[in-house]
């Protein structure tokens, strides 16, 4: 099964591009956004509180309302403590992902977009610890793994430069579960 999901996500990748022509991938038609709002895990009972979470991507036109394009994000999920025995320790949570969206544009609604697509995310939990980190060392994570993105966005219709909101979800397998990041982002989309 960890063989298939790489290779049905290019599959699937591939299949969104085919309708794009080299020559439609014109300069002027490429738009950005950039955002900046909370990150919180969702994972297990040492899931820290939430903390700052950004996000930059581009996109093109694809077909009729879809556009397509890489979107960036970094989250700092904050940090949480642990004691076992008598000895205390910290772990600090963050995560990096990249992910190529499928962006749906609805004509009308308060969601004026949809996006989902596959990525690779750089899952972090780093311990800190004084003195006896031996014992700790099944709580730390450090693991670069695929992951499902998806993002729903309220912005002004119709506008040169758009502001609004971001909701987004990220679900990421690593060895100790799965890590489930929740975002809430300010969003300006130009």
Same mark, same amino acid.
Do not use: C
């Given at each position: 099964?960890?063989?298939?999901?790489?290779?049905?996500?290019?599959?699937?990748?591939?299949?969104?591009?085919? !309708?794009?022509? *080299?020559?439609?991938?014109?300069?002027?038609?490429?738009?950005? @956004?950039?955002?900046?709002?909370?990150?919180?895990?969702?994972?297990?009972?040492?899931? !820290?509180? #939430?903390?700052?979470?950004?996000?930059?991507?581009?996109?093109?036109?694809?077909?009729?309302?879809?556009?397509?394009?890489?979107?960036?994000?970094?989250?700092?999920?904050?940090?949480?403590?642990? &004691?076992? #025995?008598?000895?205390?320790?910290?772990?600090?949570?963050?995560?990096?992902?990249?992910?190529?969206?499928?962006?749906?544009?609805?004509?009308?609604?308060?969601?004026?977009?949809?996006?989902?697509?596959?990525?690779?995310?750089?899952?972090?939990?780093?311990?800190?610890?004084?003195? #006896?980190?031996?014992?700790?060392?099944?709580?730390?994570?450090? &693991?670069?793994?695929?992951?499902?993105?998806? &993002?729903?966005?309220?912005?002004?219709?119709?506008?040169?430069?758009?502001?609004?909101?971001?909701? #987004?979800?990220?679900?990421?397998?690593?060895?100790?579960?799965?890590?489930?990041?929740?975002? *809430?982002?300010?969003?300006? @989309?130009?």
């Amino acid at each position: 099964m960890k063989r298939v999901l790489p290779f049905a996500l290019l599959l699937v990748t591939v299949a969104l591009l085919a !309708p794009v022509r *080299a020559h439609a991938l014109r300069l002027e038609a490429w738009q950005g @956004h950039i955002s900046i709002g909370y990150a919180k895990l969702f994972s297990d009972s040492l899931a !820290p509180t #939430g903390s700052l979470s950004v996000a930059g991507g581009i996109d093109h036109p694809l077909v009729g309302r879809f556009r397509i394009g890489p979107v960036l994000s970094l989250s700092l999920l904050g940090s949480s403590q642990t &004691e076992r #025995g008598s000895v205390p320790a910290g772990l600090d949570y963050s995560m990096l992902d990249a992910a190529l969206m499928v962006h749906w544009l609805p004509e009308k609604g308060f969601i004026t977009r949809v996006s989902a697509g596959p990525g690779l995310a750089s899952a972090r939990a780093e311990l800190q610890v004084a003195g #006896g980190g031996a014992g700790f060392s099944d709580l730390a994570v450090g &693991e670069v793994k695929p992951e499902f993105a998806l &993002e729903l966005t309220s912005i002004q219709r119709n506008k040169l430069v758009a502001l609004g909101a971001e909701l #987004g979800l990220r679900l990421v397998p690593v060895e100790q579960g799965l890590w489930t990041v929740f975002t *809430a982002r300010v969003a300006i @989309h130009y």
